[in-house]
């Protein structure tokens, strides 16, 4: 039991969201303290023990660890004075975006200022022409959609949560319609960065928001996915899309998981151009059901979405029912009308809080691998077993369309030998997945949990690289320590 304990200990986990080991790294001297205030105002920077315990976790089950000080800057000069602050006195500084992260990204592991920027929630720029929009850091995917509403354009990259678009550029987020529509690394053209000592880098460039471009490294790039590690992200250029003229939404269940996996295969290969087709398991459908009152079949279940002309709706609709069918799919139903789509979506993204309902007082962990999309029926066939030999509750979900599926996995924060057979069961998925050629995470990131699969992955060469990056841009390795490396 002690060993178990302390095993739980070292990944972190103890205790749970919402309440605090209280303890903090490092105290930050009333001097400093006072400077913070002197850059963004007193009534901008908390010390309060509630407001630090509620910056040191995210939705993960990662342990919350507090920053020392919590700031809201409210424009990217302070954010460029907060930095240079920081750095200059040696103090750790956490970007802090909606804190729905998966990963512990926000953890305050050495203590540090965490620098929320929710403040900072102005769409600066749209235009409508070159299908580009420059947002603030703070504005969240659904505020620039309803901005977006009556423009004939949206932004579809969809992770369920209501996150920052900038935290989603940091994590490489991504979610329901990237099968279509790809995910943040396809659409960000820009980003506004401040590097860690307060300087100001703009990625492609002052002001530019082309398409394409072979000019240079691939700065953009570089900080999509880089988890607060490299710098502070003031403003993202993001790529807009037509909406679409009509949608339709489809389900299909069927016999066997492979049948289900076998269908998204055949219907990409047939170059069905399917905006979202998502996979839930039996238990998923299962909890689905009685959370969000569906009534669908108990069974491994496909949702699909298409994007187009009534016309074209029609063609695909068949073409993915003719698919499905020879798969031995049964009951593929479809919706047209605004309200049951909305339902059913609105379903799949509880599917969280409703698997979590299944066991009542515990607590969720979401894993994160992608594979090969050939690979994806062997693997998922071997993480129902491994959930069976483990003794596990989980439920099985995912963008399959893209080879990215999760694991919902349920433990009892009271059982420290339930809390190491997940956190076995989570590695082994991770390993499963790079076996398969595959991804230790698709879009959550690696955050505090993943760096060691994260060395296994890309291997000695790979690491060294990002390190060298990390101490070019970060010699003092100050910018969301204990994270990604
Ligand atoms: C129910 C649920 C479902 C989810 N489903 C998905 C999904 O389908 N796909 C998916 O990709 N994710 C999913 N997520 C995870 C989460 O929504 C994403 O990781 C999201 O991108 C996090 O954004 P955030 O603003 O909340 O970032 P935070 O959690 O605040 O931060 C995440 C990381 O980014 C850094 N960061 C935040 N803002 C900035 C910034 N401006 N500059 C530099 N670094 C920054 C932080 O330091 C941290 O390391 C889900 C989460 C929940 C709770």
Redesign the pocket.
């Known amino acids: 039991m002690a060993n178990l304990l302390r095993a739980a200990a070292t990944w972190g986990l103890f205790p749970w969201r919402g309440y605090c080991s209280g303890g903090t790294q490092g105290e930050l001297s009333k001097g400093f303290v006072e400077a913070l205030k002197a850059v963004v105002g007193s009534s901008h920077v908390s010390t309060a023990v509630a407001v630090r315990e509620q910056h040191g976790h995210?939705?993960s089950m990662h342990r919350c660890q507090p920053p020392d000080a919590v700031v809201w800057p409210q424009n990217v000069e302070q954010v460029s004075q907060l930095a240079a602050l920081c750095y200059s006195q040696g103090v750790p500084i956490?970007?802090?975006?909606?804190?729905?992260?998966?990963e512990g990204?926000?953890c305050a592991v050495q203590g540090g200022v965490c620098i929320n920027?929710t403040h900072m929630d102005k769409i600066l720029e749209l235009n409508l022409e070159d299908f580009s929009v420059v947002v603030e850091?703070g504005v969240t995917r659904k505020a620039l959609n309803t901005r977006l509403r009556d423009s004939g354009l949206w932004f579809p990259v969809d992770?369920?949560?209501d996150?920052?678009l900038?935290?989603?550029v940091?994590?490489g987020?991504?979610?329901?319609n990237a099968v279509r529509y790809g995910t943040m690394r396809e659409n960000v053209l820009n980003l506004e960065v401040v590097l860690p000592g307060g300087e100001l880098l703009h990625t492609a460039g002052l002001g530019r928001h082309f398409r394409k471009s072979a000019a240079g490294y691939n700065l953009t790039g570089l900080f999509v996915g880089?988890?607060?590690t490299l710098?502070?992200?003031?403003a993202a250029t993001l790529r807009l899309h037509p909406a679409p003229e009509a949608t339709v939404v489809a389900t299909c269940a069927f016999p066997s998981v492979r049948a289900a996996v076998d269908s998204t295969v055949h219907i990409l290969q047939a170059a069905v151009p399917v905006a979202r087709i998502e996979f839930l398991d039996d238990v998923t459908m299962d909890a689905c059901n009685k959370h969000s009152q569906l009534n669908c079949s108990v069974a491994p279940t496909l949702f699909l979405e298409f994007h187009g002309s009534e016309q074209v709706l029609a063609e695909q609709l068949q073409r993915a029912k003719e698919i499905t069918q020879d798969n031995g799919a049964f009951h593929f139903s479809s919706a047209k009308e605004a309200e049951e789509r909305g339902r059913l979506w609105a379903a799949r993204h509880s599917a969280?809080y409703a698997v979590l309902a299944l066991r009542p007082g515990c607590k969720g962990y979401s894993t994160d691998v992608c594979v090969p999309i050939s690979r994806l029926p062997e693997i998922l066939v071997q993480t129902k077993e491994d959930l069976k030999a483990q003794g596990l509750t989980g439920a099985i979900l995912g963008?399959v369309g893209d080879g990215n599926f999760h694991c919902l996995l349920l433990v009892d924060p009271e059982d420290p030998e339930e809390l190491h057979r997940v956190k076995a069961f989570s590695e082994l998925l991770g390993r499963r997945a790079l076996a398969l050629h595959g991804t230790c995470t698709g879009?959550?990131?690696i955050?505090l949990g993943k760096r060691q699969l994260l060395q296994e992955e890309v291997g000695a060469v790979g690491m060294e690289t990002m390190r060298r990056l990390k101490a070019m841009l970060d010699p003092r390795g100050l910018m969301?320590p204990g994270?990604v490396l």
């Open positions: 995210d939705e956490i970007p802090f975006g909606t804190g729905t992260g998966l990204g926000v920027l850091p992770p369920g949560a996150a920052s900038c935290g989603m940091a994590t987020a991504s979610g329901t880089s988890e607060g710098g502070l992200i003031t969280w963008h879009e959550h990131g955050g969301n994270k």
